[in-house]
């Protein structure tokens, strides 16, 4: 619940208040009957926000189903304003029975707390609760609470952000996570792709073909909805202490990926990036996805940072170096780490936004994704491609494939490199797995509703 613009006056919220018993009085000589006035319990000057509204959708949604059948709803007014949302029902039926249905959806899940729905009858009565209502804070007694004012503005805020946020967080986990699966099935089936698997061939590799990687992605979700929620349970700690409970979560996953393929790594380095993201997006997590992937990736190099670089720096004793810790010691190529400790920083300044110009002006998804690899493959320190063929040759193949950006990339191009990749034992996979990034990132800021 971000301040700013969305911040109201005192005159504001008067103003609303007197055209809210305005609508009341119309709507009652125009019907006769009891009216429902559903508004938001929210603290502080800050009355809407994407995720408030969200749950005020879902509170007027949950009011419907407990209505429906019972009660003719001879018309309904809904606002969302800045002032906060509303709605203003016109219910034909016994008062005291609409607001036993009203009260139980308050009641029914812990953000229905914030739900406040005042039921008047048809002479403009405002019907009581039976029990009073506990506070948001401390569950003692609400208004024992309020009248004594025993919790300061930003307590109550905090409270109903983590009562908006815990009710959507398995949904929202869930999301992540299918958007996460979603994204690395789409990497695999971008054809052609030079020296990975794709649906033409297995590239440079003899142990896995599309219909696995496919599987490995799918066993990968319970790990990245986990990812989310520890990014969730760590958000008001710093950044860097949710890098181990990550960490120790993908070692996990890494044995679910070994199981499912059979000994065979399809998806470790996906395993590293995307669980960081998860985690920076469980992070920034407040009742709606974080849409920005700009925010997602600077976050995810908060979480590592630090971690990585001690790595880097220090590799743990008690084990042999990676090759990607060689690599740095022998050139300074940081490969993944550098991609996670540097936010994403060519694929959200460049990559992405070249990718939607190659996609409006094509249309063709698959295609601006091949060229996206491409874009990849010269940007990014690859150390899959000096593991497979040397600092040289990896090298050469950068320069050469940045000289075909220059022109047109047709698919006889994108095959005839495929070739060439493959019968050079090459195959660009720490590119891959950021195109699978990017495709994320891509989909993400398209999810500007939450529903």
């Known amino acids: 619940m971000t301040e700013g613009n969305n911040t109201v006056s005192l005159a504001e919220m008067l103003d609303a208040r007197e055209q809210r018993v305005y609508r009341q009085d119309a709507l009652r000589q125009k019907y006769g009957v009891p009216l429902v006035s559903f508004t938001m319990n929210i603290a502080g000057p800050v009355k809407n926000t994407p995720a408030i509204e969200r749950t005020f959708n879902e509170g007027l949604e949950l009011m419907h189903r407990s209505l429906a059948g019972s009660f003719i709803i001879c018309e309904q007014i809904v606002i969302r304003a800045k002032t906060g949302c509303e709605a203003l029902l016109a219910v034909d039926g016994d008062a005291a029975e609409i607001k036993k249905r009203c009260v139980q ?39 024992t609470c309020a009248s004594r004012r025993l919790h300061s503005v930003a307590e109550l805020q905090d ?60 066993c990968l979700l319970p790990y990245f909805r986990t990812a989310f929620r520890i990014g969730y349970a760590y958000r008001k700690k710093p950044a860097a202490e949710t890098f181990p409970p990550l960490r120790l979560a993908g070692l996990q996953a890494e044995n679910t990926m070994f199981e499912t393929t059979a000994g065979v790594n399809t998806h470790k380095g996906a395993i590293f990036h995307f669980g960081l993201i998860a985690g920076a997006l469980g992070r920034l997590y407040n009742g709606v996805l974080c849409t920005s992937a700009a925010d997602t990736a600077a976050t995810a190099a908060a979480i590592c940072r630090d971690a990585l670089a001690r790595e880097l720096e220090q590799p743990a004793s008690g084990r042999g ?4 810790e060689q690599m740095y010691r022998l050139y300074g190529l940081r490969g993944a780490r550098g991609e996670a400790m540097d936010g994403y920083r060519t694929i959200v300044s460049d990559i992405l936004p070249a990718f939607r110009r190659d996609l409006e002006k094509t249309g063709d998804h698959n295609k601006a994704g091949c ?20 600092y040289d040759l990896a090298a050469r193949t950068r320069e ?19 070739r060439a990749f493959i019968s050079r034992n090459l195959s660009p996979g720490g590119a891959a797995d950021l195109l699978g990034i990017l495709y994320f990132f891509h989909e993400l800021e398209a999810q500007k509703n939450p529903d």
């Open 400 to 418: 050469q494939v940045a000289g075909l950006l220059q022109g047109e990339i047709t698919e006889a191009i994108l095959l005839e490199l495929d």
């Open 105 to 143: 959806v308050e009641e029914a899940a812990p953000v229905g707390r914030l739900f406040d729905m005042d039921v008047l009858d048809a002479d403009g009565r405002k019907l009581d609760r039976a029990h009073e209502r506990s506070c948001i804070v401390c569950g003692r007694p609400g208004r």
């Open 321 to 324: 170096s990676t090759f990607g």
């Open 159 to 218: 409270a109903a952000r983590d009562l908006i946020a815990g009710y959507w967080l398995d949904r929202d986990a869930e999301q992540a996570a299918q958007m996460i699966v979603s994204a690395l099935s789409e990497e695999v089936c971008t054809t052609p792709k030079p020296g990975l698997v794709d649906l033409n061939n297995n590239g440079s590799h003899k142990d896995m073909d599309a219909p696995l990687m496919l599987k490995s992605a799918q």
């Open 371 to 390: 060229i996206a690899l491409l874009r990849l493959i010269a940007a990014s320190e690859d150390t899959n491609m000096i593991h497979r063929g040397g």
